[in-house]
Each structure stands twice: as C-alpha cells, then as structure tokens.
C-alpha cells in the first residue's frame, strides 16, 4: 500500500535545477510513496520575503500547509531550505497563538483557508530514512553507487525544530543513505556550513568563497562527488563552481548530484545520466 503524501517542489526544482524533478516521481514510486499535488501551492518566500515582511512569509506558508491539510497529507519537500522555513511557521504557530490567529486571520480573508498545525513538514532524506527504512531501500538498489561521497546538510534542516530524529549538531543520516545505496560516506568538517543561498543575489564575492570552501573541504578530504540535500544550495554548489574557484583560488571541481537524483540513480532510473555521473566523478573529481 503506497504512503500518500503532498509534494512542495520549493523554488528551484521545477525552475534552474529540472534534475531534480525529473527524479522524484519514479523514485518515490519505486519505493510505494504516492506524492499529491499542490496545484494552487505558491513560493514560501525563500528567506527573501521574510527580510522585509516576516508576516508575509509565514502567510504564503500557512497557506501551502493548509492546502495539504485540507487533503489530510504531510508535506514532503526536496529542498532543506524550503523544509526550514516551513518549520519556523510551524513552530511560531506552536508558540505564539495570538500570532497564528492574526496569520490565519490574514490566508482565511484572503483565500478562504485556516492552518490548524495538523499537517507537518516533511524532507525527503528523513521520510526516506524514518518512514521507508534503510532495509527498504538496501533492497531496491540496483545500480550501486561505489564512489567516495560527501554529504552535504547545510545549516537550514540543522536548525531547532527542523533535524527530525537526526542530531542537530552531527547528523548521519544522510551518510547512512549513502550507505545503504552502496556508496562510501566522506567525513569532512564542512557538511553543515551555509554556502550563502539566496544571499548570492546581493552579496556575490563573499557567497562564492563560502561555496569554495565546501567544496574544497570536501575535495581535499577524498570525496568523488557530493550530494546536497538542499535545492536552493545545490545551485550554488554546482552552478557557480568555476565561479567559486575564481573567486577563492581553491580546487572546487566536483560533480554535484541533489539528494532525490543519488537515489534515484541508485534505484534503477536514468542509467545514462547514472553512467554519466560515474565518468564525471572520475574525470572532475580526479
């Protein structure tokens, strides 16, 4: 019987990183997870909003939540910043009830809905891992991944509220997903830092030397490629590598893959682009 969840994209995944889309479908399926649109879903902001209205941001947030409320449905997201964000409405709604009414208040004259804090956010790195199970996936492997691979968290789904049963100030679930795809998880100090995303928009020299030195760490630590749990931050990881480099003068050249991609792969879909990966990480990453 398939777990039925809503899917929020966030910004990114259906906009500059499409891979990611292209990947969740088939491997939720493969894995029984059934995702429910949100066709009337909007942008949660992105931490951008939030810098000039807090208000606002937590209104376009209550408002994705109760549209999967009103489905009774989770909310299940790719992206660690768009799942720390719906954390933070979540727990100011849990904390503050004068200023959930006045935000619901707000969504329900505007567009006829109420969050009642029943549905929850969900990232798919601790839905694969608390709600699946390892063994699961162990089992649906096909195309293992046996490379050197660095996990990238970032500082967003670290936050109070946002690690699920993962540590806040060590995880591991994210290199026990490497394991149980067939990969070797490469310990590296750097898995949490921020690599500045959306900062890039305004403040672009110093984003580019906190990319750099993600990469680098874990370049020099003996990775073939990372995977970034974060749409948001993978854009920067990837997209603006050579940039970074420039920029730092450090050795950032390594194949970024996001989350729902190493999966995906390793599940059996897109062996082309799998068989691709393997040629780039021995290429760049060597």
């Known amino acids: 019987m398939a777990v039925k969840i809503a899917y929020y994209p966030g910004n990114t995944a259906r906009a500059a990183s499409s891979e990611v889309e292209d990947c969740i479908q088939p491997l939720c399926k493969t894995l029984g997870i059934q ?14 909003i939030k810098q000039s209205s807090p208000k606002l941001q937590h209104a376009l947030v209550a408002r994705n939540l109760a549209l999967a409320e009103a489905k009774g449905v989770d909310v299940l997201t790719t992206c660690a910043t768009s799942y720390g964000i719906m954390c933070d409405t979540v727990d100011e709604f849990s904390e503050d009830l004068g200023f959930a009414n006045s935000i619901n208040n707000l969504i329900a ?11 929850q956010p969900r990232h798919l790195l601790h839905f694969l891992v ?22 990238y968290y970032g500082p967003n789904m670290q936050r109070q509220g946002a690690t699920a049963g993962d540590d806040a100030f060590m995880p591991t679930y994210l ?3 490497i394991v149980a795809l067939g990969g070797v998880p490469v310990d590296y100090d750097s898995k949490c830092q921020s690599v500045g995303a959306p900062a890039l928009l305004t403040i672009n020299k110093p984003v580019m030397k906190m990319t750099a030195a993600v990469l680098a760490d874990a370049k020099s630590s003996g990775a073939d490629l990372m995977v970034s749990a974060c749409t948001v931050s993978h854009s920067n990881l990837d ?7 420039k920029v730092s003068g450090k050795n950032t050249s390594m194949p970024i893959v996001h989350l729902a991609e190493l999966v995906a792969f390793a599940l059996g879909h897109f062996p082309d682009r799998f ?5 780039r990480s021995l290429v760049i990453g060597g």
């Not at 995702?35 to 951008?48: Q, T, V, Y």
């Open 175 to 177: 290199e026990q997903l």
């Open 109 to 119: 004259r505007s567009t006829g809905v109420e969050y009642k804090s029943e549905a």
């Open 275 to 279: 068989a691709q990966l393997r040629v």
């Open 130 to 151: 608390e709600e699946i199970g390892l063994d699961k996936i162990r089992d649906a492997v096909i195309n293992p991944i046996r490379l050197n691979v660095a996990a």
């Open 35 to 48: 995702l429910i649109e949100l066709p009337k879903a909007s942008s949660d902001g992105g931490n951008i």
């Open 239 to 245: 997209s603006y590598q050579s940039k970074a480099a």
